[in-house]
């Protein structure tokens, strides 16, 4: 018993324990913990360079001797464990084992295994193979690629490195290739990087006679505004009508009125076709003249000595306004003006060459809309060579009547040009629809259609003079109806 009691102090005292099933953490936990934690440390390059393997026997991994130990080796199939020279391993610095050799013991048959095939990897740790790309897409890098191979990659929008393409020739092969293809994007792409490594001289040149490569270039230059580079082209070409009418758009971004005049005057002297140097010098003329009027009616407004501003303020300025909008304008506010003033309406229809139907219209709108129906009767006035006085008009009475409503004119005014309609059920129309009482009833009295006189008699007020006119004409036995 006292033997028994002495070798179980010993196992509970000592620091080694006794072999247990139901151990927590047993060697082979401890193991499979180690190699994780070996597994996990990873060398650098620089590091496996100067860490010398060696095998069991001391001798350098890779050596010629290692490779004849091991080819012997594995022709007799030795199965006695390998001897470690203790005096070869000790002579080195540092171990030149790796850390995995420490882990390795030895099978059933006598081969050699090591606990990573008794212990199965982590999933984390299986990687799969890297596939290298193809060949192909490496060789617009390597520049091996030739012009038309490029452009079929452009096609395609793949990356082309362009750059490694040096000579003229070269480079309008590839435009040559782009255009043949008819792919805008790579006929663009190939253009700007002629642009970029090209003399602007011989760019020109080349493009003149690729009309397909020149308009797109054309296009390209208008969409990203490079104006500059735009003239030149076009000067280059010998386009001047081209590069006339592109330097005359200069002027719509010239927001200084007197800037913009001066760079009218200078664009007077373009080699513009004959009709657009008149519409030029027109525009030069009819800004300097709205500079000229805007001057002074702002003075004027801001003084109070003229009533019609008082009275009708003005909304907007007249500057860098179309031509019959600045003729409105002299219509509204200097009707009366001499003749040989900017501001006289007829001054500016002889300046400007305003046609009459379109001057007539102007002033009848302008006039109507400040009702002055004076001043729009006498648009009409004419005397014939009589010296008889009449009414006359370029437009129609029925446009006249509809010019006339739309700016609200009275109903008696209206009924003076309705009157004036030829065609008669036309002129019936146009009475019924601005109520022109007196007009319809002369119409049925002459149609002598007593139905439709005794219908419209519903329409007019009661007691009226239209009813009593009415009433008179239904009473009138020496008119013979004929309903």
Same mark, same amino acid.
């Given at each position: 018993?006292?033997?028994?009691?002495? =070798?179980?102090?010993?196992?509970?005292?000592?620091?080694?324990?006794?072999?247990?099933?139901?151990?927590?953490?047993?060697?082979?936990?401890?193991?499979?913990?180690?190699?994780?934690? !070996?597994? *996990?440390?990873?060398?650098?390059?620089?590091?496996?360079?100067?860490?010398?393997?060696?095998?069991?026997?001391?001798?350098?991994?890779?050596?010629?001797?290692?490779?004849?130990?091991?080819?012997?080796?594995?022709?007799?199939?030795?199965?006695?464990?390998?001897?470690?020279?203790?005096?070869?391993?000790?002579?080195?610095?540092?171990?030149?084992?790796?850390?995995?050799?420490?882990?390795? /013991?030895?099978?059933?048959?006598?081969?050699?295994?090591?606990?990573?095939?008794?212990?199965?990897?982590?999933? *984390?740790?299986?990687?799969?193979?890297?596939?290298?790309?193809?060949?192909?897409?490496?060789?617009?890098?390597? /520049?091996?690629?030739?012009? =038309?191979?490029?452009?079929?990659?452009?096609?395609?929008?793949?990356?082309?490195?362009?750059?490694?393409? +040096?000579?003229?020739?070269?480079?309008?092969?590839?435009?040559?290739?782009?255009?043949?293809?008819?792919?805008?994007?790579?006929?663009?792409?190939?253009?700007?990087?002629?642009?970029?490594?090209?003399?602007? =001289?011989?760019?020109?040149?080349?493009?003149?006679?690729?009309?397909?490569?020149?308009?797109?270039?054309?296009?390209?230059?208008?969409?990203?505004?490079?104006?500059?580079?735009?003239?030149?082209?076009?000067?280059?070409?010998? +386009?001047?009508?081209?590069?006339?009418?592109?330097?005359?758009?200069?002027?719509?971004?010239? *927001?200084?009125?007197?800037?913009?005049?001066?760079?009218?005057?200078?664009?007077?002297?373009?080699?513009?076709?004959?009709?657009?140097?008149?519409?030029?010098?027109?525009?030069?003329?009819?800004?300097?003249?709205?500079?000229?009027?805007?001057?002074?009616?702002?003075?004027?407004?801001?003084?109070?000595?003229?009533?019609?501003?008082?009275?009708?303020?003005?909304?907007?300025?007249?500057?860098?306004?179309?031509?019959?909008?600045?003729?409105?304008?002299?219509?509204?506010?200097?009707?009366?003006?001499?003749?040989?003033?900017?501001?006289?309406?007829?001054?500016?229809?002889?300046?400007?060459?305003?046609?009459?139907?379109?001057?007539?219209?102007?002033?009848?709108?302008?006039?109507?809309?400040?009702?002055?129906?004076?001043?729009?009767?006498?648009?009409?006035?004419?005397?014939?060579?009589?010296?008889?006085? +009449?009414?006359?008009?370029?437009?129609?009475?029925?446009?006249?009547?509809?010019?006339?409503?739309?700016?609200?004119?009275?109903?008696?005014?209206?009924?003076?040009? !309705?009157?004036?309609?030829?065609?008669?059920?036309?002129?019936?129309?146009?009475?019924?629809?601005?109520?022109?009482?007196?007009?319809?009833?002369?119409?049925?009295?002459?149609?002598?259609?007593?139905?439709?006189?005794?219908?419209?008699?519903?329409?007019?007020?009661?007691?009226?003079?239209?009813?009593?006119?009415?009433?008179?004409?239904?009473?009138?036995?020496?008119?013979?109806?004929?309903?």
């Amino acid at each position: 018993m006292q033997r028994f009691k002495e =070798e179980e102090d010993y196992w509970n005292s000592s620091q080694f324990k006794a072999f247990a099933f139901d151990d927590d953490e047993d060697d082979l936990t401890k193991l499979k913990e180690s190699r994780l934690a !070996v597994n *996990s440390i990873k060398l650098t390059d620089d590091n496996e360079d100067d860490v010398e393997k060696v095998n069991w026997s001391g001798e350098p991994v890779g050596s010629i001797s290692w490779l004849v130990g091991e080819s012997s080796a594995s022709s007799n199939q030795k199965t006695d464990f390998p001897k470690v020279s203790s005096e070869s391993s000790l002579s080195k610095s540092g171990s030149g084992l790796s850390l995995s050799a420490l882990f390795r /013991g030895k099978s059933s048959r006598g081969s050699y295994t090591s606990f990573s095939d008794s212990i199965p990897e982590p999933s *984390s740790r299986l990687f799969a193979p890297e596939l290298r790309r193809p060949r192909a897409d490496y060789k617009d890098f390597v /520049g091996d690629l030739s012009p =038309e191979e490029s452009v079929q990659r452009l096609q395609q929008g793949k990356r082309v490195a362009l750059e490694r393409f +040096r000579s003229l020739q070269d480079k309008l092969l590839l435009l040559d290739f782009a255009v043949s293809g008819n792919d805008g994007n790579a006929i663009t792409a190939v253009l700007i990087f002629l642009k970029r490594t090209l003399s602007k =001289e011989v760019l020109f040149r080349e493009l003149e006679s690729r009309q397909t490569a020149l308009r797109h270039f054309i296009h390209f230059l208008t969409e990203t505004h490079e104006q500059r580079l735009l003239l030149d082209l076009l000067r280059a070409l010998g +386009r001047v009508e081209d590069f006339a009418l592109l330097q005359y758009k200069e002027c719509l971004n010239i *927001s200084d009125e007197n800037k913009r005049r001066d760079f009218l005057k200078s664009c007077i002297s373009l080699p513009f076709p004959v009709e657009d140097a008149a519409l030029v010098q027109d525009h030069f003329t009819l800004l300097e003249r709205q500079i000229i009027i805007e001057a002074a009616d702002s003075q004027a407004e801001k003084n109070g000595k003229v009533e019609l501003f008082q009275k009708f303020p003005r909304k907007a300025s007249i500057l860098n306004m179309p031509l019959i909008t600045t003729l409105y304008y002299c219509v509204y506010y200097h009707y009366c003006d001499s003749e040989n003033t900017y501001t006289s309406p007829s001054n500016l229809r002889q300046t400007f060459k305003v046609s009459e139907k379109q001057f007539f219209v102007t002033c009848l709108s302008a006039l109507s809309k400040l009702r002055s129906w004076s001043a729009v009767d006498s648009l009409f006035q004419s005397r014939s060579w009589l010296g008889f006085s +009449r009414k006359k008009s370029p437009l129609s009475f029925s446009r006249v009547v509809d010019v006339l409503h739309k700016n609200s004119a009275p109903t008696h005014v209206l009924a003076q040009f !309705v009157a004036l309609v030829e065609d008669s059920d036309h002129r019936l129309t146009l009475a019924q629809k601005h109520k022109c009482h007196d007009i319809v009833i002369n119409i049925f009295r002459d149609l002598k259609d007593r139905q439709n006189l005794v219908q419209y008699r519903t329409k007019v007020d009661q007691g009226s003079d239209e009813d009593r006119k009415i009433q008179d004409l239904l009473n009138n036995s020496q008119i013979r109806w004929k309903n």
